[in-house]
């Protein structure tokens, strides 16, 4: 990496030649293609806006929450989780986990740096990244490659509801919320009734909380484990050897055994399967660790969808009127690869890759996306694995061919 600053206006600006990949964003995903280059031995950068390693983790997600899939099925790449660590690790452990993996593969985000564009040089056959910190620095980064690893979930999104701002009383996204311990004999309107919606529901609930969750239109709710094995493991499993359609009712006769008819509490099923709907729209099917029990003894109560808010009232599409003291919006998240990367080939206008797997790690020009795949962990480190042997092949014979006549750190002019 070579640098080449200038601080001749007010703002502080830098260029920076990555002599390898530049990697946005380090989180899980980032950190597992960082690790995978390291044992090729191809030098990167990874650029992160927050001031630690996997944010979502650390900053946007609830004190309870835990790995919902076996740990087998969350570890990354080439460093296994601690053998003391249970079948279901929780967030702290999690995290935990990611530190010591960074700290095993040496790998140290620029932190505090938002990437605020990045395009590619068709003159020069090179990215540029440009990033600005919150201390007003701002960094061009060029690079032969792009990695995108900014995740499915990097913003949150809220919904425009009619009179939200006119309620007047608390009104948080699910990424705020860490538990219901100051919910305490509150009414609090829980919009959204995926993963978040459900457990945020449940633990208010367990906190003393009066939650009602949202269902607007339909959600597929399995156990997370059937006959004792994960359901997950078990649908993968099934998959080797039926169709997925098949293994869609195998599920859904077991999870009617083992849950009962979610329609009986007003949570309509989708029109169809859980892994088909997964495959189809991203829509990722809840696994009940404890919200039905509570919705079924009337602890948490399901409505529908919401027509609009007023003060301190929330009124739903069928007219009744709930008194609330609180909403939580857990309305899920988008990606904000649009806001940033300057490239529409490769990436829909929805922040995914328009490929499909197993197909949609690699674009043109150097650039790769990776943690896309709506597959988890477990699509991030298959992901890995590719996009760093791929690049590795290139760098190394690239290296070869030119280790007589380039020096490894070369010198940048500034474009600023
Ligand atoms: C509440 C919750 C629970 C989940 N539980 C599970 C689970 O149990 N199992 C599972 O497989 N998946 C789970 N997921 C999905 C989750 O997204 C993945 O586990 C994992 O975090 C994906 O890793 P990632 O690195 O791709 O994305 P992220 O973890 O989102 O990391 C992306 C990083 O990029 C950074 N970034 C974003 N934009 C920029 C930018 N412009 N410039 C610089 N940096 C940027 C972010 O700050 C972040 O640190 C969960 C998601 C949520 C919201
Ligand atoms: N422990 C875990 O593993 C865990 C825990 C939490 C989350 N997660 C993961 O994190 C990701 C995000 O999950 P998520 O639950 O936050 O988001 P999500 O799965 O996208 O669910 C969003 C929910 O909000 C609803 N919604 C959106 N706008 C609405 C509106 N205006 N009115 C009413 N409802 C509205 C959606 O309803 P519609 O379906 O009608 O659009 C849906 O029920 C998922 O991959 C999930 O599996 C994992």
Not at 129 to 141: A, D, I, L, Q, R
Not at 177 to 195: D, E, F, I, L, P
Request: aromatic content about 10%; some cysteine.
């Amino acid at each position: 990496m070579f640098i080449f600053s200038s601080e001749q206006d007010s703002v502080s600006r830098r260029c920076v030649w990555v002599n390898g990949p530049v990697i946005v964003g380090a989180g899980p995903s980032g950190l597992a293609v960082g690790a995978c280059l390291r044992e090729q031995g191809v030098p990167f950068v990874v650029i992160e806006r927050s001031d630690c390693i996997a944010s979502l983790w650390q900053k946007r997600t609830y004190d309870r929450l835990k790995l919902h899939l076996p740990k087998k099925f969350c570890q990354l790449p080439k460093f296994p989780f601690p053998d003391h660590f249970p079948e279901y690790p929780t967030k702290r452990q999690f995290i935990e986990y990611l530190e010591l993996y960074a700290k095993h593969f040496d790998i140290n985000p620029q932190f505090n740096e938002c990437v605020q564009s990045a395009k590619y040089d068709e003159t020069c056959r090179v990215w540029r990244v440009k990033t600005s910190s919150p201390n007003g620095f701002e960094v061009e980064y060029i690079s032969q490659w792009l990695v995108v690893a900014t995740g499915e979930n990097a913003e949150r999104v809220v919904p425009e509801i009619e009179g939200l701002e006119e309620f007047g009383g608390e009104v948080i996204h699910a990424c705020d919320y860490k538990s219901g311990k100051n919910y305490k004999g509150k009414k609090v309107v829980v919009v959204g009734c995926g993963n978040s919606g459900m457990e945020v529901s449940l633990d208010l609930s367990n906190h003393g909380a009066q939650p009602s969750i949202v269902c607007r239109s339909s959600v597929h709710v399995l156990p997370r484990e059937i006959f004792g094995k994960s359901t997950f493991e078990l649908a993968m499993l099934m998959m080797k050897w039926v169709p997925l359609w098949l293994v869609d009712k195998i599920l859904l006769i077991l999870a009617w055994f083992i849950l009962g008819n979610i329609e009986n509490y007003g949570l309509k099923r989708p029109s169809i399967g859980p892994l088909e709907l997964k495959n189809k729209h991203g829509k990722t099917p809840v696994l009940d660790i404890g919200a039905l029990e509570k919705i079924r003894s009337g602890k948490v109560k399901v409505v529908p969808g919401i027509k609009k808010f007023s003060c301190g009232t929330v009124e739903l599409v069928t007219g009744e009127k709930l008194e609330i003291d609180s909403v939580v919006l857990a309305t899920g998240y988008c990606s904000n690869v649009p806001y940033w990367l300057q490239e529409s080939e490769f990436f829909s206008n929805n922040g995914f890759p328009k490929a499909q797997i197993p197909n949609n790690w690699k674009g043109k020009s150097g650039l790769y996306a990776i943690g896309f795949t709506r597959k988890g962990l477990a699509g991030a480190s298959a992901d890995a694995i590719n996009i760093a042997q791929d690049i590795g092949k290139v760098y190394k014979e690239d290296l070869k061919q030119k280790k007589q006549k380039v020096p490894t750190h070369r010198r940048c002019i500034s474009t600023f």
